[in-house]
């Protein structure tokens, strides 16, 4: 069973940047579909964007378009989430999941699928 821990999570100022890592331990990450969830205050938990590690087919959501970029390092077996030009609206607890039978990296991001490990999820706040 994959263990997923994240970290970069922090107080930033719109405008800025930061780089949220996933870190998994227990089993490599081949054959399974990563993704990054945000959950802000009083909303449901959305998909970000997820990337396959079987094709490295990626998929973001609107919101992330043109500002996030999702990435994977092979070798010290872990996800990378680059965000760029942060709105107050990216406010929320990011949390990265791993998936072995999703079909696609959207039906991962759509949360689509069954049996989802989560990690604990890392606080990211955008604030002036």
């Known amino acids: 069973q994959v263990q997923l821990v994240e970290s970069g999570g922090g107080l930033v100022q719109p405008g800025g940047s930061l780089r949220l890592s996933c870190a998994a331990s227990?089993?490599?990450?081949?054959?399974?579909?990563i993704g990054w969830f945000r959950q802000a205050p009083g909303k449901e938990r959305e998909g970000v964007s997820c990337?396959?590690?079987?094709?490295?087919?990626?998929y973001y959501a609107d919101s992330g378009k043109g500002r996030f970029t999702i990435s994977r390092d092979n070798a010290r077996n872990t996800v990378y989430l680059q965000m760029d030009s942060l709105e107050p609206g990216d406010t929320g607890v990011y949390s990265c999941?791993?998936?072995?039978?999703?079909?696609?990296?959207?039906?991962?991001?759509?949360?689509?699928?069954?049996?989802?490990?989560w990690g604990q999820g890392t606080q990211v706040t955008v604030s002036s």
């Open positions: 990337i396959s590690a079987r094709d490295d087919s990626t």
């Open positions: 999941a791993a998936n072995r039978v999703a079909e696609s990296t959207q039906a991962l991001c759509a949360m689509r699928v069954g049996d989802i490990l």
């Open positions: 227990g089993s490599t990450l081949d054959y399974y579909i």
